[in-house]
């Protein structure tokens, strides 16, 4: 099989597969009065590492933040694994999770990495690595131990495993993160902004561990300013424009030949 | 040399006075004193993080509850809480058992005067340990609290796991300031008739007619107390903010 078959029968889903490793339809979501997000759709299968991009207000944080229920989503439907991730009327009239215990069995399937890496400060690396996994998947301590210090070992900062993370660089601390996510074992990976609170000479440290990430095959969804991440790595960009899904497609062929105005303009803000 | 000899026989009269068991009155009294201390600022601890919990809830009449708790009991005199509970104690207690018909019409029963005491120091102890907890609280990054929901924990566990340990770290320094306040506090409860520090050096300067010495020396055991504490929370600060970064 050629290479570009083999992408293509990657990207393009089996008919009747309703088990994608996430789906999310027609989510919406308001802040007051401010329509955030305007009915998006998304689709991912395992594998897909798909750049979600945008200038800041587009709504791409917030879809990411919909997901995994950080934020509630006005209305929509999101399934992980094909499972349906609940929902019930409130007492307010604001649609909450009918099952809080669902909520948190899905979210440990969905591991985040955020733009402040958000470690838990009162607890070493290693620490942070197995909190998750021990107390919230009931995995045996020893175990986690001994995948977290691989995990250190893999990004690249194990010699810091006692370290504090208030004591560590941003790109050590988003490394650290990073491992920490990957010691849930999760289906998706969700990359909320993860380079954008780095030092410049901190990104490229990094985007090298994303970039081996998606090599391995995991499946990511990833908010990003990075254009040279979402060009290269992603196998799908998805661009949002005021809440609306403005174009979706292959990378190559998105920068190549952007399919509408506004993402050319805004493939263009930034090559100025 | 007159004044050297006069102080010489004060001394005197001190070392005697002492050795005459009042030396051994004045030790129970930091005993209790510090019995005091410590049982008021554990009920105060208890009340403190409920309050400080209703403080932070989003139920309106919770946070009410929380307000209204913290405003009567940091803004009224320490004393006229101890005479409200002690007194006003023995009030209730004494109508409850004669409406009971378990004493007689002229007997009272005495609300008991450690517990009397121990209730309103904690009471008071707790409005101030909730607005230490309550900044504590405020002061965790959002963002670590945000993390825990997002890797799946439990609100209990984000409670064991992440609040917790930081809220602890938090307030450290803030429970010292409690600590001094509610040793200062125990003093007031002698009027309930605790024999603690207070009371005893009171007895002992009455029935000797040496105000003075009697005053002065509680004074400085009141001191080495509070002093002795400070380095005590300073270690306990160090220790639990050993993962940040201190400015040099």
Redesign the interface.
């Known amino acids: 099989m050629s290479a570009d078959l083999a992408a293509a029968a990657k990207s393009a889903s089996p008919p009747g597969d309703d088990k994608a490793a996430i789906s999310v339809k027609d989510m919406r979501k308001s802040f007051g009065d401010h329509e955030v997000l305007k009915g998006i759709s998304l689709e991912a299968h395992k594998g897909d590492v798909i750049s979600i991009l945008g200038s800041s207000g587009s709504g791409k944080s917030t879809f990411l933040r919909c997901i ?1 229920l ?1 934020e509630l989503p006005d209305s929509g439907e999101v399934r992980v694994d094909g499972e349906l991730i609940r929902m019930k009327q409130g007492r307010d009239g604001r649609q909450m999770p009918a099952d ?2 669902q909520v ?5 399937n ?3 990495v ?1 733009q ?9 690396v290693l620490e942070n690595l197995v ?2 996994p021990t ?2 998947l009931k995995r045996p301590r020893a175990e986690c131990l001994e995948q977290a210090e691989a995990l250190l070992k893999r990004v690249g900062i194990w010699e810091r495993r006692n370290y ?4 560590m660089s941003g790109g050590q601390q988003q490394r650290a993160a990073i491992a ?1 996510a990957l010691a ?1 074992n999760p289906k998706v990976m969700l990359f909320d902004e993860p380079t954008s609170a780095l030092d410049p000479e901190l990104v490229g440290e990094v985007l090298r561990v994303m970039r081996s990430l998606a090599e391995e095959g995991r499946t990511m969804l990833v908010v990003t300013h990075e254009m040279g991440f979402a060009r290269d790595v992603s196998s799908q960009v998805m661009f949002l424009h005021k809440g609306e899904v403005d174009s979706l497609g292959e990378p190559k062929e998105m920068f190549a030949r952007p399919p509408t105005q506004q993402f050319k303009q805004f493939i263009a803000n930034f090559n100025k | 040399m007159e004044f050297l000899n006069n102080l010489l026989d004060q001394l005197s009269t001190a070392y005697e006075l002492l050795a005459a068991g009042w030396g051994v009155q004045l030790l129970w009294g930091i005993s209790w004193t510090l019995a005091v201390t410590v049982v008021s600022m554990l009920i105060g601890a208890t009340l403190g993080s409920l309050v400080a919990a209703a403080k932070l809830s989003s139920s309106g009449g919770l946070r009410f509850i929380g307000e209204s708790y913290t405003t009567v009991f940091r803004g009224e005199p320490e004393l006229l809480i101890i005479y409200l509970f002690y007194y006003g104690g023995t009030q209730v207690l004494t109508g409850v058992a004669r409406s009971t018909g378990s004493i007689g019409p002229t007997d009272i029963v005495n609300m008991p005067s450690f517990l009397g005491g121990v209730l309103a120091v904690g009471i008071i102890s707790g409005a101030y340990q909730a607005e230490v907890f309550r900044g504590s609280f405020l002061a965790i ?1 959002r ?2 609290l ?9 609100a209990l ?1 984000r409670f064991r ?2 609040i917790m ?2 809220v602890l ?1 938090l307030a450290v320094p803030g429970l010292g300031n409690v600590w001094q306040l509610t040793i200062k506090d125990s003093a007031l409860i002698s009027v309930t008739g605790v024999a603690e520090l207070m009371l005893s050096a009171n007895k002992a300067a009455r029935s000797t007619h040496h105000s003075l010495l009697f005053y002065a020396l509680a004074g400085i055991l009141y001191l080495v107390m509070t002093s002795i504490s400070t380095p005590i929370f300073e270690k306990a600060e160090r220790y639990t903010s ?4 201190r400015p040099k």
Request: avoid cysteine.
């Open positions: 995994n950080l809080i215990r948190e069995r899905v979210r440990a969905l591991a985040m955020f402040s890496f958000n470690l838990w400060s009162h607890m070493t909190a998750a107390h919230v504090y993370p208030p004591h920490r849930m | 990054h963002g670590e945000e993390a825990a929901r997002a890797y799946g924990m439990s566990m796991l992440v340990p930081q770290r050993r993962s940040f970064v």
